[in-house]
């Protein structure tokens, strides 16, 4: 019940990232569906004022499920605009190019005009790479503002020739070296408690032997979720 209404919020969702919210949700709802034993499933039941994303009785006991995704990168929205500002600012150029980058997790979204202006301005002197001994490719640009290495790029030629530059190669999670950035805990864990926070005003229904109110976490990137991410919810302990 519901189902056709959530199609139709993912495929209306203008907002790539809420789209994504979306598309997990309906992978959530095709794996319930799938399963036998979960009976009168529904996607945010009507009479509720406040509705979990789903509600469905199994083996007697009705769930409230509320399902999130878990961002866990340091200024990653931020990071993830970039990139679709690179789709949207840099397609009218004719180069056949990719544009791979880095991006400092010190970049704002002030920093996002004055970058693309010096793009722009510079586009004639840059070249796409000759070799791929380093995680960009040389040569490698930098945006350095105020001297401080805010963003680090390059530029593969496409195959196809096509003209227009198009986001390539993205490195959230690395440093300007290009090795993997320790995981901020603490941070992480406060994220986790906002989606808590967040998910109270739908779970509401007194937990009992025949109610049960969950939550569901999906993280954005899943070289993260496997060991890091229980470590940093519940410590060192959960590997041994």
């Not at 796409?128 to 001297?147: A, F, H, I, K, R």
């Not at 959230?172 to 998910?199: C, Q």
């Not at 739908?202 to 890091?228: E, G, I, W, Y």
């Amino acid at each position: 019940m519901g189902f056709d209404r959530l199609v139709q919020n993912f495929c209306t969702q203008p907002d790539p990232e809420k789209a994504c919210d979306f598309l997990f949700e309906i992978w959530i709802c095709q794996m319930l569906r799938r399963n036998q034993e979960v009976q009168a499933l529904q996607y945010e039941p009507p009479e509720t004022q406040n509705p979990p994303d789903f509600r469905f009785f199994m083996h007697g006991v009705s769930f409230d499920l509320q399902v999130k995704r878990l961002q866990n990168v340091t200024n990653e929205p931020t990071k993830l605009l970039f990139k679709r500002e690179c789709q949207r600012r840099l397609s009218d150029i004719p180069k056949p190019w990719f544009i791979n980058f880095w991006i400092s997790d010190h970049f704002t979204r002030q920093d996002l005009n004055p970058f693309f202006t010096f793009l722009k301005g510079f586009i004639k002197q840059f070249s796409p790479v000759t070799n791929l001994d380093t995680l960009l490719g040389e040569p490698q640009y930098s945006w350095e503002p105020n001297e401080t290495t805010l963003v680090q790029f390059s530029f593969t030629e496409k195959r196809s020739k096509e003209p227009g530059i198009s986001p390539g190669i993205i490195s959230l999670m690395g440093t300007e070296n290009g090795l993997m950035a320790p995981i901020d805990t603490a941070a992480f864990r406060r994220s986790v408690e906002r989606l808590l926070k967040k998910s109270r005003k739908s779970l509401l229904r007194p937990v009992s032997p025949t109610q049960a109110n969950l939550l569901v976490m999906q993280s954005v990137h899943f070289l993260f979720a496997d060991k890091t991410m229980p470590a940093a919810l519940f410590g060192d302990e959960v590997m041994r």
